[in-house]
């Protein structure tokens, strides 16, 4: 079995659904006692929390590059960031490490293709929604179309994940709010949605909706799965 090396902390919550969610998958395909291989570093989220709203992406790549090669060091034979934001500084990071860094967009994109879907709606933190790290990687290398939510509702989604989800905490109200975004992204032309930012699945959850719905956490970590186990 492969080590998986994984870069948490950016939350935490979120990086707690990545270690279960592994370890459940590898349980499930090798039984027995079988637990995942896995070689973990978790950054203090306030730090680059502060710089991502400030726009110091350089600074918040050179934290996590640092982080990637102790990853690296400690016997990881693959990478993956346990956040879709930063994936913003995916290259940054890959080019400090020789292991390969698995991308949350790409095992995403490979799952709706599988499942016939081209056209999907994504929520996530502002800067997931807006900027082009992971919108247009699905546009340009899957031919997968994006559909954003509109303004109002990018900032009602984007300070549920900051103010609530980041700290656990979990509203009725919330969820409702989400569960209305989808379903208007779902009337703008939407065959799914995906929740693209790691905590949102704390709150939706494909009971909730009968849209479809795409966790890039859970599909991430199974994609590290079957390649630890591969």
């Known amino acids: 079995m492969k080590t998986i090396g994984l870069l948490g902390g950016m939350s935490w919550e979120s990086t707690l659904s990545y270690y279960k969610a592994i370890n459940e998958g590898v349980k499930q395909a090798l039984g027995g006692l079988h637990s995942a291989k896995i070689c973990l570093y978790s950054v203090d989220f306030h730090e680059i929390e502060k710089l991502q709203h400030k726009g110091c992406w350089k600074e918040t790549a050179y934290i996590l590059s640092r982080a990637a090669q102790s990853v690296q060091a400690g016997g990881a034979d693959f990478l993956l960031i346990c956040t879709n934001t930063m994936h913003k500084v995916a290259e940054e990071v890959q080019s400090a490490i020789s ?18 879907i081209r056209q999907v709606g994504l929520l996530g933190t502002k800067f997931t929604m807006t900027q082009d790290f992971f919108k247009t990687r699905l546009s340009k290398k899957y031919g997968i179309n994006v559909v954003i939510p509109d303004n109002h509702e990018q900032e009602i989604i984007h300070q549920v994940i900051y103010k609530e989800l980041c700290l656990g905490k979990i509203s009725d109200s919330s969820r409702q709010a989400y569960l209305q975004i989808i379903d208007n992204l779902h009337l703008k032309g939407a065959e799914s949605a995906i929740l693209g930012c790691t905590e949102i699945a704390l709150l939706v959850k494909q009971q909730h909706t009968r849209i479809p719905l795409y966790d890039t956490m859970k599909i991430h970590a199974d994609k590290a799965v079957e390649l630890a186990i591969k």
């Open 99 to 116: 292991i390969p860094l698995i991308h949350i967009a790409d095992a995403t994109a490979e799952k709706l293709i599988s499942e016939g």
